[in-house]
């Protein structure tokens, strides 16, 4: 029996026309593969919070209100260190394009009910260094918290450290090797960006209520924005997180204080005459009295040595934070020193010390440390050389006045 020519083509027509829709499912079907293989790369990032978060963190609720998990010192410090982990990924979304459906910065904020209100962007090449984030209240609300827990600051001001990608490596290693060279960081745009943004937020909430925090080369510049405005006596919550201690300034200065110290002890093997031990002794007695009264006079003064307290976090395999843990020495080498007060019995600086045996650089320097949940800190009941260095222009005092004596 022959075929109909018609007819097979008919049935040729036929399937041709059923081929065709079963390549476009089979389109369709290559391109909702390759969208879940992205969704599930994001899901898996190793940035992502539910994956190098905190463990067993639980977010705000209701019960705060009663109880504020943010009067506890291992939460705010835990929940600070993930804010200013959302500013590296605010910078790394940023360089990577990423949307809002996929960036992962906002991720460590929106647990703990904060929103981002402002970036801050370096004008040199338009990257992100630091950001403000805000108590968000209509989140709050919704999660049936009435109002912020105590202990909740309004506004945090974050500060990332240095990033080693090409967009911002070149910006971040200028400031590292500023420091290096300085141990200062006035001279950069964004002291003077961060500086700015910090009054504004002190001006609109209150100085109680905002807290600056920052990490490595952050940590550096929270902690000299932070004394400029205690300087003007607003006094900012303060916590730094490895902050650089290495510096070329450091070192010569330290050189010189041992040179000093070297020179002091040949002085006293010299002999000395029955008048130079006099008032050699006259001397000494006379300046233990003045440091003595050294503390008191600060009050006096104006001088709050407990009002701006920061807070350092430093790991003692970390090089290039671990000088924060060097004691401050005896008395008898503090003698003559401007900021020798401090040692008695005063706080300038709570530090927070982690000794885990001998670690690698990079883990000792990470900020995920200080979210682990096996941390183990212990405070640094001796007073630290080099915080007071840094710490040592706030607790100068003025010149002493002279008082006129009545006329006979």
């Known amino acids: 029996m022959q075929r109909n020519p018609k007819g097979e083509e008919q049935e040729q027509g036929r399937g041709g026309s059923m081929a065709k829709p079963e390549a476009e499912e089979i389109t369709t079907e290559v391109v909702v593969v390759k969208e879940q293989e ?21 977010s705000p609720n209701w019960r705060d209100l009663i109880n504020s998990s943010w009067k506890d010192t291992n939460y705010k410090r835990t929940v600070i260190a993930c804010f200013v982990q959302a500013v590296y990924l ?44 805000e108590w968000d209240r209509s989140a709050a609300m919704a999660d049936l918290i009435l109002m912020r827990p105590s202990g909740a600051p309004r506004a945090v001001l974050t500060l ?56 490595s080369l952050g940590a550096g510049f929270a902690l000299q924005v932070g004394k400029a405005l205690a300087k003007e006596g607003i006094y900012v919550e303060t916590h730094l997180f490895n902050p650089p201690s290495v510096s070329l300034a450091m070192s010569l200065r330290n050189m010189g204080e041992k040179a000093g110290f070297a020179w002091k002890r040949f002085k006293s093997m010299l002999p000395m005459s029955s008048e130079t031990q006099v008032s050699s002794d006259a001397g000494e007695k006379t300046l233990g009295f003045r440091l003595k009264n050294w503390v008191p006079q600060l009050k006096n003064y104006g001088v709050g040595l407990e009002k701006w307290v920061p807070h350092l976090y430093v790991n003692n395999s970390d090089y290039i934070c671990c000088s924060y843990t060097h004691p401050d020495g005896t008395e008898e080498n503090n003698i003559g020193k401007e900021n020798v007060g401090l040692t008695s019995g005063q706080v300038a600086a709570k530090l927070f010390v982690k000794s885990k045996g001998k670690q690698k650089f990079l883990e000792a320097h990470g900020l995920e440390q200080w979210w682990s949940d096996d941390l ?29 004596g009545k006329a006979p």
């Not at 992205?38 to 639980?58: K, M």
């Not at 964004?190 to 910090?198: D, T």
């Not at 710490?391 to 002493?400: I, M, N, Q, R, V």
């Open 38 to 58: 992205e969704g599930h790369d994001q899901y898996h990032h190793p940035y992502a919070f539910h994956v190098s978060g905190p463990r067993n963190l639980a």
């Open 90 to 133: 605010l910078e790394l979304d940023r360089q990577e394009n990423r949307t809002e459906e996929n960036a992962l910065a906002a991720k460590w904020w929106v647990p703990f009910k904060y929103k981002l209100a402002q970036t801050l962007i370096d004008e040199r090449d338009g990257s992100i260094f630091g950001a403000i984030l």
């Open 160 to 215: 990332r450290g240095t990033l080693l990608k090409s967009p911002t490596a070149r910006r971040d290693i200028e400031d590292d090797l500023r420091f290096l060279a300085w141990e200062s960081l006035k001279g950069s745009i964004r002291f003077k960006v961060a500086l700015e943004a910090l009054k504004s937020v002190a001006d609109r909430y209150g100085s109680n209520n905002v807290c600056i925090a920052g990490h």
């Open 376 to 404: 183990e800190l212990q405070q640094a009941v001796h007073n630290s050389k080099l915080i007071n260095m840094q710490l040592k222009s706030l607790y100068s005092l003025p010149a002493p006045q002279q008082t006129q």
